[in-house]
Protein backbone atom coordinates (compact mmCIF):
# COMPACT_ATOMS: atom_id res chain seq x y z
CA UNK A 1 0.00 0.00 0.00
CA UNK A 2 2.57 2.40 1.09
CA UNK A 3 4.18 1.82 -2.72
CA UNK A 4 1.03 2.06 -4.16
CA UNK A 5 0.59 5.58 -2.69
CA UNK A 6 4.18 7.06 -3.02
CA UNK A 7 3.63 6.19 -6.87
CA UNK A 8 0.32 7.57 -6.93
CA UNK A 9 2.21 10.87 -5.57
CA UNK A 10 4.64 10.80 -7.64
CA UNK A 11 2.01 10.69 -10.52
CA UNK A 12 0.52 13.32 -9.40
CA UNK A 13 3.06 14.81 -9.22
CA UNK A 14 4.59 14.51 -12.87
CA UNK A 15 1.06 15.71 -14.27
CA UNK A 16 1.26 19.26 -12.01
CA UNK A 17 4.13 20.13 -13.96
CA UNK A 18 3.07 18.08 -17.27
CA UNK A 19 -0.34 19.44 -16.98
CA UNK A 20 0.03 23.03 -17.92
CA UNK A 21 2.98 22.45 -20.55
CA UNK A 22 0.65 20.02 -22.49
CA UNK A 23 -1.66 22.27 -22.29
CA UNK A 24 0.14 25.02 -23.45
CA UNK A 25 0.72 22.70 -26.76
CA UNK A 26 -1.80 21.95 -27.35
CA UNK A 27 -3.39 25.51 -27.76
CA UNK A 28 -0.38 26.14 -29.63
CA UNK A 29 -0.87 23.31 -32.26
CA UNK A 30 -3.36 24.56 -34.86
CA UNK A 31 -2.18 28.60 -34.93
CA UNK A 32 1.47 27.13 -35.39
CA UNK A 33 0.67 24.88 -38.15
CA UNK A 34 -0.36 28.15 -39.48
CA UNK A 35 2.75 30.27 -38.97
CA UNK A 36 4.82 27.15 -40.40
CA UNK A 37 2.71 27.29 -43.56
CA UNK A 38 3.51 30.80 -44.03
CA UNK A 39 6.95 30.54 -42.91
CA UNK A 40 7.40 27.81 -45.66
CA UNK A 41 5.25 29.61 -48.06
CA UNK A 42 7.44 32.58 -48.09
CA UNK A 43 10.49 30.61 -48.44
CA UNK A 44 8.67 28.41 -51.64
CA UNK A 45 8.24 31.81 -53.00
CA UNK A 46 11.86 33.35 -52.44
CA UNK A 47 12.79 29.62 -54.21
CA UNK A 48 10.05 29.64 -57.14
CA UNK A 49 8.44 33.08 -57.72
CA UNK A 50 11.02 35.71 -59.08
CA UNK A 51 8.55 38.69 -58.35
CA UNK A 52 8.85 37.35 -54.36
CA UNK A 53 12.84 36.33 -54.40
CA UNK A 54 13.02 40.28 -56.07
CA UNK A 55 11.54 41.36 -52.48
CA UNK A 56 13.30 39.64 -50.60
CA UNK A 57 16.56 40.46 -52.12
CA UNK A 58 15.79 44.01 -51.38
CA UNK A 59 15.13 42.96 -48.35
CA UNK A 60 18.70 41.01 -47.41
CA UNK A 61 20.57 44.23 -48.86
CA UNK A 62 19.16 46.46 -46.26
CA UNK A 63 19.96 43.73 -44.00
CA UNK A 64 23.91 43.49 -45.44
CA UNK A 65 23.95 47.84 -45.69
CA UNK A 66 22.77 48.32 -42.15
CA UNK A 67 23.68 45.26 -40.41
CA UNK A 68 22.89 45.55 -36.26
CA UNK A 69 20.71 49.00 -37.18
CA UNK A 70 18.47 47.29 -39.17
CA UNK A 71 17.94 43.46 -36.62
CA UNK A 72 17.19 46.20 -33.92
CA UNK A 73 14.49 48.60 -35.95
CA UNK A 74 13.32 45.66 -37.60
CA UNK A 75 12.45 43.19 -34.53
CA UNK A 76 11.24 46.46 -32.52
CA UNK A 77 8.69 47.07 -35.92
CA UNK A 78 7.49 42.93 -35.80
CA UNK A 79 8.25 42.04 -31.92
CA UNK A 80 6.75 45.34 -29.92
CA UNK A 81 5.02 48.28 -32.24
CA UNK A 82 2.39 45.56 -34.43
CA UNK A 83 1.51 43.34 -31.72
CA UNK A 84 1.66 46.00 -29.32
CA UNK A 85 -0.79 48.48 -31.52
CA UNK A 86 -2.95 45.14 -32.17
CA UNK A 87 -3.26 44.65 -28.87
CA UNK A 88 -3.73 47.88 -27.43
CA UNK A 89 -6.55 48.79 -30.07
CA UNK A 90 -8.59 45.56 -29.49
CA UNK A 91 -8.62 46.51 -25.48
CA UNK A 92 -6.09 44.15 -24.47
CA UNK A 93 -3.99 46.29 -22.54
CA UNK A 94 -5.13 48.87 -20.33
CA UNK A 95 -4.83 52.56 -21.02
CA UNK A 96 -2.68 53.56 -17.65
CA UNK A 97 -0.07 51.05 -18.98
CA UNK A 98 0.26 51.70 -22.54
CA UNK A 99 3.62 53.92 -21.89
CA UNK A 100 4.95 51.45 -19.75
CA UNK A 101 4.02 48.40 -21.60
CA UNK A 102 5.26 49.34 -25.00
CA UNK A 103 8.70 51.14 -23.36
CA UNK A 104 9.30 48.01 -21.82
CA UNK A 105 8.55 46.03 -25.20
CA UNK A 106 10.93 48.39 -27.29
CA UNK A 107 14.17 48.07 -25.07
CA UNK A 108 13.30 44.15 -24.43
CA UNK A 109 12.94 43.44 -28.14
CA UNK A 110 15.58 46.03 -29.59
CA UNK A 111 17.86 43.98 -27.34
CA UNK A 112 16.43 40.28 -28.24
CA UNK A 113 17.07 40.98 -31.80
CA UNK A 114 20.43 42.50 -31.80
CA UNK A 115 21.17 39.05 -29.78
CA UNK A 116 19.74 36.72 -32.34
CA UNK A 117 21.75 38.65 -35.01
CA UNK A 118 24.68 37.83 -33.10
CA UNK A 119 23.57 34.20 -32.98
CA UNK A 120 23.08 33.75 -36.29
CA UNK A 121 26.22 34.99 -37.24
CA UNK A 122 27.67 32.85 -35.01
CA UNK A 123 26.07 30.00 -36.18
CA UNK A 124 27.38 30.53 -39.83
CA UNK A 125 30.67 30.63 -38.08
CA UNK A 126 30.32 27.30 -36.61
CA UNK A 127 28.53 25.60 -39.00
CA UNK A 128 28.85 27.17 -42.22
CA UNK A 129 26.02 28.99 -44.29
CA UNK A 130 24.84 26.28 -46.57
CA UNK A 131 21.23 25.30 -47.01
CA UNK A 132 21.88 21.31 -46.97
CA UNK A 133 20.63 18.94 -44.71
CA UNK A 134 23.54 18.84 -41.97
CA UNK A 135 24.09 22.22 -41.40
CA UNK A 136 20.36 23.57 -41.15
CA UNK A 137 19.90 20.25 -38.65
CA UNK A 138 23.42 21.66 -36.98
CA UNK A 139 21.98 25.15 -36.60
CA UNK A 140 18.07 24.23 -35.49
CA UNK A 141 19.39 21.29 -32.68
CA UNK A 142 21.95 24.51 -31.06
CA UNK A 143 19.24 26.51 -31.53
CA UNK A 144 16.06 24.75 -29.41
CA UNK A 145 18.30 22.64 -27.79
CA UNK A 146 20.92 24.90 -25.96
CA UNK A 147 20.49 28.63 -27.22
CA UNK A 148 16.53 27.93 -26.37
CA UNK A 149 16.29 26.49 -23.38
CA UNK A 150 19.36 27.82 -21.40
CA UNK A 151 19.13 30.93 -22.58
CA UNK A 152 15.75 32.04 -24.16
CA UNK A 153 13.12 31.05 -22.47
CA UNK A 154 14.77 31.58 -18.91
CA UNK A 155 15.20 35.02 -19.40
CA UNK A 156 12.11 35.76 -21.44
CA UNK A 157 10.30 34.56 -19.14
CA UNK A 158 11.82 36.14 -15.78
CA UNK A 159 11.89 39.17 -17.69
CA UNK A 160 8.10 39.52 -18.71
CA UNK A 161 7.15 38.08 -15.53
CA UNK A 162 8.84 40.71 -13.23
CA UNK A 163 7.30 43.27 -16.12
CA UNK A 164 3.49 41.96 -15.21
CA UNK A 165 4.22 41.90 -11.72
CA UNK A 166 4.42 45.80 -11.95
CA UNK A 167 8.25 45.81 -11.81
CA UNK A 168 7.73 44.85 -7.91
CA UNK A 169 9.69 42.07 -6.26
CA UNK A 170 7.41 40.84 -3.76
CA UNK A 171 4.39 40.38 -6.55
CA UNK A 172 6.34 38.48 -8.36
CA UNK A 173 7.07 36.01 -5.44
CA UNK A 174 3.14 35.60 -4.83
CA UNK A 175 3.19 34.98 -8.73
CA UNK A 176 5.70 32.37 -8.15
CA UNK A 177 3.41 30.92 -5.75
CA UNK A 178 0.20 30.94 -7.88
CA UNK A 179 2.35 28.95 -10.91
CA UNK A 180 5.52 27.80 -10.21
CA UNK A 181 8.71 28.80 -11.82
CA UNK A 182 9.72 25.06 -13.19
CA UNK A 183 5.54 24.86 -14.46
CA UNK A 184 6.01 28.44 -16.53
CA UNK A 185 9.39 27.81 -17.68
CA UNK A 186 8.39 24.12 -19.35
CA UNK A 187 4.70 25.48 -20.50
CA UNK A 188 7.11 27.90 -22.35
CA UNK A 189 9.59 25.56 -23.51
CA UNK A 190 7.22 23.06 -24.72
CA UNK A 191 5.48 25.61 -26.49
CA UNK A 192 8.13 27.28 -28.30
CA UNK A 193 9.51 23.88 -29.30
CA UNK A 194 5.98 23.20 -31.01
CA UNK A 195 6.45 26.32 -32.78
CA UNK A 196 9.76 27.10 -33.43
CA UNK A 197 11.42 23.65 -33.92
CA UNK A 198 9.27 23.40 -37.75
CA UNK A 199 9.80 27.11 -38.23
CA UNK A 200 13.81 27.45 -37.49
CA UNK A 201 14.31 24.49 -40.00
CA UNK A 202 12.54 26.44 -42.54
CA UNK A 203 14.54 30.29 -42.04
CA UNK A 204 17.61 28.29 -42.14
CA UNK A 205 16.83 26.91 -45.42
CA UNK A 206 17.10 30.61 -46.56
CA UNK A 207 20.35 33.18 -47.43
CA UNK A 208 22.06 34.08 -44.28
CA UNK A 209 20.87 38.27 -44.60
CA UNK A 210 17.17 36.63 -44.82
CA UNK A 211 16.82 34.76 -41.68
CA UNK A 212 16.44 37.57 -39.12
CA UNK A 213 14.11 39.20 -41.45
CA UNK A 214 12.00 35.83 -41.61
CA UNK A 215 12.31 34.90 -37.89
CA UNK A 216 10.99 38.47 -37.41
CA UNK A 217 7.88 38.10 -39.64
CA UNK A 218 7.23 34.42 -38.01
CA UNK A 219 7.94 36.51 -34.32
CA UNK A 220 5.27 38.75 -34.86
CA UNK A 221 2.60 36.41 -35.47
CA UNK A 222 3.76 34.19 -32.19
CA UNK A 223 3.72 37.53 -29.77
CA UNK A 224 -0.20 38.17 -30.99
CA UNK A 225 -0.92 34.00 -30.23
CA UNK A 226 0.88 34.35 -26.64
CA UNK A 227 -0.85 37.25 -25.93
CA UNK A 228 -3.96 35.87 -26.70
CA UNK A 229 -3.63 32.57 -24.92
CA UNK A 230 -1.84 33.45 -22.05
CA UNK A 231 -3.83 35.55 -19.22
CA UNK A 232 -0.86 36.72 -17.99
CA UNK A 233 1.24 37.59 -21.39
CA UNK A 234 4.54 36.00 -20.18
CA UNK A 235 5.87 35.90 -23.64
CA UNK A 236 3.38 39.13 -24.75
Known amino acids: MKLEFNSGSKHRGRWALLGPALRGVRDCAAPGIGLQIFALSIVLGYFFTPSVRHVLDGVGELKNQYGYLFSALSTILFGAFIPFSFLALTGRVRPGRRFTELRFLVLFWCWRGLEVDAFYRFQAFLFGSE???????????????????????PTQTALFLYKDSGYS?????????????????????????????????????????????????????????????????VLQ
Open 169 to 233: SARMKELLVQQPIAHRLLTVLLSNWAVWIPAVSIIYTLPSPLQLPLCNFVLCFWCLLVSFMSRDS
Open 131 to 153: ANLPTVAAKVAFDQFVYTPFWVV
